[in-house]
C-alpha cells in the first residue's frame, strides 16, 4: 500500500512538472496566435468582396508566390473606394497590417502592400495586389 | 410505512376540465409584424365569449388613440380554422361603422362567442407617435369587458411599393416624391431627380439594370442623353442581402426600421450601382442629405426593359 501510494505521489508530481514545463514550448504572439517552428510563409488565395458583401472578382486571382504578385481582375462598374479584400494564408501564417474594414483600392497605379508573416515569425514576405477593372 | 408513503406519492391527479368563468371574458392577438408604418395596417384579432345560458354577444367595439384613416374597419364575420387549416368566416353583424376614433360592430346574430378581425388603417397625425387601442365587448345580460393595449411606435418613415421604371420611357427617379418620371417631367424639375434606371445589354461588360444618380462620371450612363440641369450626384450603396419583409413580401423575415435609415454611413459612397439583380438592393442618400431610403428590387425584366422597386424612405435632416 504504501509503495502504490509513494508511486501515486510521484506520478502527481511528474505530471504538474511537465504541465508547467509544456507552457514554454507554446509561445504566443501580441495577437494571441500561436508561435511555431513553420517557416512557409505565402498566400494561398485571395477573395474580394463589394459593399454588398457579394465577390466583385470575373475570375480566381492570380497569385505568384514567387514574384510576390497578386492580380485580380474586378466586374465593370464595381466601386474600388470601398472593398473587403480577403486573404488565405499558409498555416500558422499573420498578415500585416491587419484588414479591419473598407480598403480603397482606388489608386490603381500605386498597388497596395501586405506583408505575409510565417508561423515562426522570422520569415516575412511582402505582397503588391494589381488590380484591373474588365473593360 | 415507507412503501405506504411511496405509493400514496406517486399516485397521480386526474385531469380534471377547467371551469368556465361565468364573466364575460376576452383575449387579443396583434396579427401584423413588423414596424408600423404611415399608410400601413396594423391587424388584430380580438375574441370575447360568455357562457350560453347567461347570454349572448351584443357588440364589440375599438377606440384608437388616434383616429384611423380611411379603411379602418372591424370585421363583421367571427372567423375559425377549419380542420383543413382554413380559415372560415361567418357574418354576425352588418358591417363595421366608425366614427373618428370608435370603430363599432352591432351583433344580429345569436351567438355567445365570436373572434373579429380589427384593420388599422395608420393615419399621418400619428407620424412617429405611439398609438394604443382600447378593445370592449358588451354581452346582453349588460356585462362590458374592456382590453387596453400597450403603446405602439409609430415610425417616422415612408413606404412606397411596386414602382415601376422603365428604360427609356420613366426612367428618372424621385426619391422625393417616391415616384417615376419621364425624361418631360425630368426636364422641367430637374432638381428631383435623384436616380436615373438604365438597362443595357453590353457586350464586352455586364451592365445589366443598374440605378445611378444622374451626376455620375458618363461611362456610367451609356447611350443616354440626360436633359439638361439634372446635377443631383446621389450617394449610393449596394446591399443584397436586405430582403425586408414589407418591400419583398416573400419568405425573409428582416425588416429595415428608421434607426438603420438614421444611421446609415455614406461616407465615401459611390454615385452609381451597376448590375442589380432581383432580390438585391440601394441605400440611397439624396445629394441635399434630406432623405436616407432604401430601394428593394423586387424583379427585373431584360425584355420589357423594367425593375420593379419598392422604398422605405426616412426624412433625416
Known sequence: MKKIFLLQIALVLLGTLSILSCKKDYPVDDDGLLITSRSDCYVSGFELLGADFQTVRTKLAAIDTTAQTINVEVLYGTDLKNLYPQFSLVTDATLDPKIVGRTDFSNLSAPREWTVVSGNRKVRKTYKVFLTVKQ | MVFASLVTACKDDEFQIPAASDKLQNELIKRSLGPNIVGGTIEFAYAAAIVPEKGKLVSMSVEASFAGAAGTYLEHRSYSTSSAGVDVGVAIGNP??????????????????????????????????????KFSAKSSNGETIVYQTDAYEVRKMDMQLDLIAKDAANCYISIADMKTYDAAFAAANP?????????????????????VAPATDPVYLPAITLPAGLTNRSKIVKAFSVRDQQLARIQYGVFVDDVDLLSKDFDNAPDFAINLRAEGGIWVQTADGKYNAYIYVNSVNNTTKEMKISIKRLTVK
Not at chain 2, 96 to 110: G, I, M, N, P, W
Not at chain 2, 191 to 201: N, S
Open chain 2, 96 to 133: 363595421s361603422a366608425t366614427t373618428d376614433k370608435l370603430t363599432e360592430v352591432v351583433f344580429t346574430a345569436d351567438t355567445s362567442a365570436a373572434t373579429l378581425r380589427y384593420y388599422y388603417k395608420i393615419p399621418e397625425e400619428a407620424r412617429g407617435k405611439t398609438v394604443s387601442f
Open chain 2, 191 to 211: 432638381g428631383k431627380i435623384d436616380l436615373v434606371y438604365l438597362y443595357r445589354a453590353l457586350t464586352a461588360v455586364t451592365y445589366g439594370h443598374s440605378l
